[in-house]
C-alpha cells in the first residue's frame, strides 16, 4: 500500500519553476531519501507533502485522502527541521509532548507516551533538562523523538544531521536507520549528502532543476546512473571526453581522448554515437608497479602508463593521483589495509580498470 502518492505536483515563484511535474510514491515502512543539490526542489517538495507549500499543480495523498486542503497540524505528519526547531522554554519532556498536546492524544497517556519515545532515542532520566543544557546529537534525538512520539503516517526529515560534525554524523546515521526500521516508520530524507542518502534510504530519488531523474536502490543509482548528472553528483569520478575509433561485433568499443588516451568500453550507444563522455570509478582501478604492458593483452582489461603524481593517505583509504600521458590524470582509490606500501610519487605505474566498470554517456 502507497502511504504517499505525488501526482504531477510543480510548484513555481514567479518565473522559476522549484518544482516540475513530480510524482513520487512511498510504500508503507519505506525509507526514501530525496538527494540532489541546493535549489533542486527537494525542499519545496518535502514543505509540500507537509503543507507548508500550495503547490500550483498537482494533488498530494496521504493514505488515499487527498490532503492539499488541509492544514500542517491536520496532516498526521512527523517532521524533524533542519534546525531541530525545538523550544528553548520547554523541558526536553515538554518538547516531546507538544505534538500530542495539539493532536488529540488522552492526557493521561502522554507522560507514557514520552518516556517509550525518550528510551527510544537513548535519553533515559534527560526529561527535565532544557535544550541548551543539551549536545547537538542530543537536540537531534529529542527532535527525532517529537517527530514519531504522534505515530504518524509519514515522517519527513529535512536535512536531519547536516548540524553536526563528521563523526557525529556517522555515528547518529547508523542509529537513526536502526530507529526508524524498529519503529517502522514510512520516511522521507531530504539530503544534499550522497552517503547519508545512499545509507539511509531503502531506495534513493535523485532531483535535479524541479525534476526527478532517477529513483532506485542505493546500489542501482551508485551503479548504474541514468545519466551524467548522476554519475557526477553520486559519488567520485574519473572523466574523459573521447572519440570512438571502431566498434567490434562484441559491442566493444575504443575510445581516443584529446590527450591520446585509449579507453575501451563495453557500450549499447549506436553506430552513429562518435564521442562520449567515460566515466572510470576510482574504487575500480587498480595500480601495479611499472607500466604494467603484460595485462595489455588481456581482453577485458584497460591498462593506462602513467606516473603517480601525489598520494595522499586519508585514514582507511590512499587517493592516488596519477599522471597519465598528456597531462591527463587520474584519481585511484586503495584501502589502507595490511602492509601494503603505497606507490611514492615519481614511480612508473600501470592503471588497470576492467572495460565493464566504463560507464558511457
Same mark, same amino acid.
Given at each position: ?17 522549484? /518544482? ?5 510514491? !512511498?510504500?508503507?515502512g519505506?525509507?526514501l ?9 527537494? +525542499?519545496? +517538495?518535502?514543505? !509540500? !507533502? ?24 491536520e496532516?498526521? /505528519?512527523?517532521?524533524?527541521?533542519? @534546525?531541530?526547531a ?27 507516551? /514520552? ?13 527535565? &533538562? ?8 542530543q537536540?537531534q ?5 517529537r517527530?514519531?512520539?504522534? @505515530? ?15 563523526k557525529?554524523? $556517522? ?7 536502526e530507529?526508524? &526500521?524498529?519503529?517502522?516508520? +514510512? ?6 549528502d550522497?552517503?547519508?542518502? $545512499? ?20 546500489t ?6 541514468a ?13 574523459f ?11 566493444i ?9 585509449? !579507453? ?26 611499472? +607500466? ?24 582507511? @583509504? ?15 582509490? &586503495? ?11 615519481g ?8 572495460m565493464?566498470? /566504463?560507464?558511457v554517456?
Amino acid at each position: 500500500m502507497n502511504v504517499l502518492e505525488l501526482k504531477s505536483v510543480t510548484k513555481r515563484y514567479g518565473g522559476f519553476i522549484a /518544482v516540475d511535474g513530480v510524482s513520487l510514491e !512511498i510504500e508503507q515502512g519505506k525509507v526514501l531519501s530525496l538527494l540532489g543539490p541546493s535549489g533542486c526542489g527537494k +525542499t519545496t +517538495t518535502l514543505r !509540500i !507533502i507537509a503543507g507548508f507549500v500550495s503547490p500550483d499543480e498537482g494533488s498530494v495523498q496521504i493514505a488515499g485522502e487527498n490532503v492539499g486542503e488541509l492544514k500542517p497540524y491536520e496532516r498526521n /505528519v512527523g517532521l524533524l527541521f533542519q @534546525d531541530y526547531a525545538l523550544f528553548p522554554h520547554m523541558t526536553v519532556a515538554q518538547n516531546v509532548a507538544y505534538g500530542m498536546r495539539y493532536r488529540g492524544t488522552p492526557a493521561s497517556t502522554i507522560p507514557s507516551r /514520552v518516556k517509550e519515545m525518550l528510551s527510544l532515542v537513548q535519553l533515559n532520566g534527560m526529561d527535565a &533538562r532544557y535544550p541548551n543544557q543539551l549536545s547537538g546529537g542530543q537536540q537531534q534525538r529529542v527532535a527525532l523523538a517529537r517527530a514519531l512520539a504522534t @505515530d504518524p503516517q509519514i515522517v519527513l526529515l529535512d536535512e536531519p544531521l547536516s548540524a553536526l560534525d563528521a563523526k557525529l554524523r $556517522l555515528e547518529l546515521r547508523i542509529e537513526l536507520k536502526e530507529i526508524l &526500521r524498529s519503529v517502522g516508520a +514510512t520516511t522521507i530524507v531530504v539530503t544534499h549528502d550522497q552517503e547519508e542518502a $545512499l545509507s539511509l534510504g531503502d531506495e534513493v530519488v535523485v532531483m535535479h532543476a524541479g525534476k526527478i531523474v532517477q529513483r532506485g536502490t542505493p546500489t542501482q543509482i551508485y551503479k548504474t546512473p541514468a545519466n551524467k548528472f548522476v554519475a557526477e553528483f553520486v559519488g567520485r569520478s574519473n572523466w574523459f571526453h573521447g572519440t570512438r575509433q571502431r566498434r567490434s561485433n562484441g559491442g566493444i568499443s575504443s575510445y581516443v581522448t584529446g590527450d591520446g588516451v585509449e !579507453i575501451r568500453a563495453r557500450s549499447e550507444q549506436s553506430d552513429q554515437q562518435w564521442t562520449s563522455d567515460l566515466c572510470i570509478r576510482p574504487e575500480n582501478i587498480h595500480l601495479v608497479e611499472g +607500466t604494467g604492458r603484460e595485462l595489455c593483452q588481456e581482453t577485458e582489461n584497460n591498462v593506462l602508463q602513467g606516473v603517480v603524481l601525489d598520494v595522499a593517505p586519508l585514514g582507511a @583509504d590512499v587517493h592516488v593521483v596519477v599522471e597519465l600521458q598528456g597531462k591527463s590524470r587520474l584519481l585511484v582509490i &586503495r584501502k589502507n589495509v595490511g602492509r601494503s606500501q603505497a606507490p611514492v610519487p615519481g614511480q612508473p605505474v600501470g592503471a588497470v580498470f576492467s572495460m565493464s566498470d /566504463v560507464l558511457v554517456f
